[in-house]
């Protein structure tokens, strides 16, 4: 082969060569450079929104739903799905705490656990004990940030309450409630709970007892966890004593956490109550209604050390004292002998 045959011959291999290396490079170079672009752009981000972005992608939940269940297989569903549902860029927790079920109800949380283990925190009571131990349980053993109590056959409309809740929380430290306006469903009639126009009501402690009805319905209403060492201490004092009652029901929650700051309401019908005529609440008449409303106020006269808030609730005692008085002709034989009891110790 000529010289110059073997120099065409190689040179055309080292040029193919270069042209495939140079091309390599290039395309490697543009990957880079991509790269880096979109890399720089996220990391500016992530620098101008800093504490977003530390809110938001927190590993820990935020906020937790007590759910407690007994013998709930009608509803649980429902209930549950109204919260999985929920458009929110906070972390959450559905905490499930089963008072021994005898029907479906424990199989059907166990598929939600299996399809959302990251969600789902389940515990059985080895035998039932009434609902007695559920609220205890849930004050001593909350630890995120935010909570409610929802009850198993109750159910949210609104995809952004959560977000709602938490960012009016996040924005407002002075506050304990975040709640809102709800349906309350009984049989097949539907009445929204609050009619009147307002907005937004801000309210206080010393408003109570607030007339608004959802104030009462554990589906509207969300808390700021204000338990402390403290806190529970007093609380825990309370078992096992005639006057345990002061600590279990929707209206103890609301005292102790107005106690603690103050509350938000909004005029947006998020949720639904499921009124059914055999609930713990709903079976009783009027008067019986007003009469225990009487009885947890008066009982928890002496919970509170401050004197500004112990004169408020003997206030509110005489309030609903004045109301069962009213209706005393729908009382039992025991209930009005603890009317008359009760009228004589607010006498003192």
């Known amino acids: 082969m000529g010289i110059f045959k073997l120099i065409k011959k190689y040179s055309k291999k080292n040029v193919n060569k270069v042209l495939l290396n140079t091309l390599e490079f290039l395309k490697n170079k543009i990957i880079e450079l991509e790269y ?20 938001y992608l927190d590993k820990e939940p935020i906020f937790t739903f007590c759910m407690p269940t007994y013998n ?119 009445e929204v709970a609050y009619k009147g126009n307002q907005d937004s009501i801000n309210f206080s402690f010393f408003d109570y ?37 002061c600590i279990l029901g929707d209206t103890f929650r609301n005292v102790l956490a107005l106690s603690q700051g103050c509350g938000r309401y909004e005029n947006s019908v998020d949720s639904v109550y499921n009124w059914t005529e055999n609930g713990t609440w709903s079976k009783l008449n009027a008067g019986q209604q007003e009469f225990y409303n009487l009885q947890y106020f008066y009982d928890s006269i002496d919970f509170f050390d401050d004197v500004s808030l112990k004169n408020k609730i003997k206030e509110v005692a005489k309030f609903y004292f004045n109301n069962t008085e009213k209706l005393s002709d729908m009382l039992n034989k025991k209930e009005l002998e603890e009317l008359n009891t009760i009228k004589k110790g607010l006498r003192k």
């Open 72 to 190: 709930g297989e009608k509803y649980i569903a429902r209930a549950l799905e109204s919260i999985l549902m929920q458009e929110t860029s906070y972390k959450y927790k559905i905490w499930i705490i089963d008072d021994c079920s005898t029907d479906n109800t424990v199989n059907i949380i166990r598929e939600y656990e299996k399809k959302y283990p990251d969600i789902f925190d389940i515990y059985v009571n080895p035998v039932n004990e009434r609902g007695l131990t559920v609220a205890p349980r849930i004050y001593n053993n909350v630890k995120t940030k935010y909570w409610m109590n929802f009850d198993q056959d109750d159910y949210w409309l609104s995809k952004d309450k959560l977000e709602r809740g938490i960012t009016y929380f996040e924005n407002h430290p002075e506050c304990t409630i975040f709640s809102s306006n709800l349906i309350v469903k009984s049989q097949n009639k539907l």
């Open 36 to 55: 880096t672009q979109k890399y720089n752009q996220i990391a500016q981000r992530l620098d101008d929104n800093k504490e977003l972005y530390q809110k």
């Open 209 to 245: 007892p607030v007339p608004l009805r959802i104030l009462m319905q554990t589906s509207a209403t969300m808390y700021r966890n204000i338990f402390n060492e403290k806190i529970l201490a007093h609380i825990n004092s309370y078992m096992g004593t005639d006057k345990q009652h």
